[in-house]
């Protein structure tokens, strides 16, 4: 005689490996749901750049600023965005929330998400405004691009613009024309922030630089554990499909002899071993 020692021919057990499955489903997303949050906070970035005479900083996130003395470069009374086209492949970067203060006041401020304020801007070709998500910027690969303020601004200032989804973009500042000024350049996926002059139309050398996040081991670990859950998800799914097929199409559906023995019918009797 023989027994059947499935989990299906035992209705207790088959309830709490149905209750340990469920539960570890709910683990795994709720760690991919972690992960992806990690990563898309990184795609929207307060960028801040403030000047005081000669001395200025460059922020993001409201983190420690970056500090360097514009002294003895460009020197203008003008600025803006900067933009560099790294890869066709890359997303549409966008920029908003555009607000501009001197000592007392706040100058301007805009949302940049009407394509009318494109007009604010003298700038290269290529910029333009999406509605509803800001201005954004398309030219030629590997190709840097300027849009500048119209208006002069003041020596002391401060300047914050939202970039999402930048891969090499920044503030120009003391610019005196779309080919001459100071950059304050972020590189998420390089992870740096750094100062570097533009002249005729091309950035010089880094002057200081720093790194836009620490990489911490819980960081990086949350980042691969989510990797390894959607892993599983997506396997775990793809079985679930093998399984669905196997039973409605049992015979025209060509899988191997290991495969067969994972997606067995349920409630098949089987031998002990």
Same mark, same amino acid.
């Given at each position: 005689?023989? *027994?059947?020692?499935?989990?299906?021919?035992?209705?207790?057990?088959?309830?709490?490996?149905?209750?340990?499955?469920?539960?570890?489903?709910?683990?795994?997303?709720?760690?991919?749901?972690?992960?992806?949050?990690?990563?898309?906070?990184?795609?929207?970035?307060?960028?801040?750049?403030?000047?005081?005479?000669?001395?200025?900083?460059?922020?993001?996130?409201?983190?420690?600023?970056?500090?360097?003395?514009?002294?003895?470069?460009?020197?203008?009374?003008?600025?803006?965005?900067?933009?560099?086209?790294?890869?066709?492949?890359?997303?549409?970067?966008?920029?908003? *929330?555009?607000?501009?203060?001197?000592?007392?006041?706040?100058?301007?401020?805009?949302?940049?998400?009407?394509?009318?304020?494109? @007009?604010?801007?003298? *700038?290269?070709?290529?910029?333009?405004?999406?509605?509803?998500?800001?201005?954004? *910027?398309?030219?030629?690969?590997?190709?840097?691009?300027?849009?500048?303020?119209?208006?002069?601004?003041?020596?002391?200032?401060?300047?914050?613009?939202?970039?999402?989804?930048?891969?090499?973009?920044?503030?120009?500042?003391?610019?005196?024309?779309?080919?001459?000024?100071?950059?304050?350049?972020?590189?998420?996926?390089?992870?740096?922030?750094?100062?570097?002059?533009?002249?005729?139309?091309?950035?010089? @050398?880094?002057?200081?630089?720093?790194?836009?996040?620490?990489?911490?081991?819980? @960081?990086?670990?949350?980042?691969?554990?989510?990797?390894?859950?959607?892993?599983?998800?997506?396997?775990?799914?793809?079985?679930?499909?093998?399984?669905?097929?196997?039973?409605?199409?049992?015979?025209?559906?060509?899988?191997?002899?290991?495969?067969?023995?994972?997606?067995?019918?349920?409630?098949?009797?089987?031998?002990?071993?």
């Amino acid at each position: 005689m023989t *027994h059947d020692a499935t989990v299906s021919g035992n209705p207790t057990r088959r309830v709490r490996v149905s209750v340990a499955i469920g539960l570890a489903v709910v683990l795994l997303a709720a760690i991919w749901f972690m992960a992806r949050n990690a990563d898309n906070a990184d795609r929207v970035l307060q960028v801040e750049v403030s000047c005081r005479g000669e001395q200025c900083r460059g922020s993001v996130n409201g983190g420690d600023p970056l500090t360097f003395s514009v002294s003895g470069g460009p020197d203008g009374d003008r600025v803006g965005l900067y933009a560099f086209e790294d890869s066709e492949a890359a997303p549409d970067p966008f920029f908003r *929330h555009l607000e501009l203060k001197d000592a007392k006041r706040t100058i301007l401020r805009r949302d940049l998400t009407r394509r009318s304020e494109i @007009r604010q801007f003298e *700038h290269d070709a290529g910029w333009s405004v999406r509605p509803g998500r800001g201005l954004t *910027h398309r030219g030629p690969n590997r190709k840097s691009s300027v849009a500048l303020l119209g208006q002069a601004v003041p020596t002391d200032f401060d300047m914050t613009f939202q970039f999402e989804d930048t891969v090499d973009a920044g503030i120009m500042f003391r610019a005196r024309d779309t080919d001459n000024g100071w950059l304050f350049i972020v590189r998420p996926p390089y992870n740096d922030a750094f100062f570097c002059a533009m002249r005729d139309g091309k950035p010089g @050398r880094v002057e200081a630089i720093m790194p836009l996040r620490t990489m911490t081991t819980a @960081r990086e670990g949350l980042r691969l554990a989510g990797l390894v859950a959607e892993i599983v998800l997506v396997g775990g799914l793809l079985l679930l499909i093998f399984r669905f097929l196997a039973q409605v199409f049992p015979t025209t559906l060509p899988l191997s002899p290991i495969a067969l023995r994972w997606i067995a019918k349920p409630n098949a009797p089987r031998a002990p071993p």
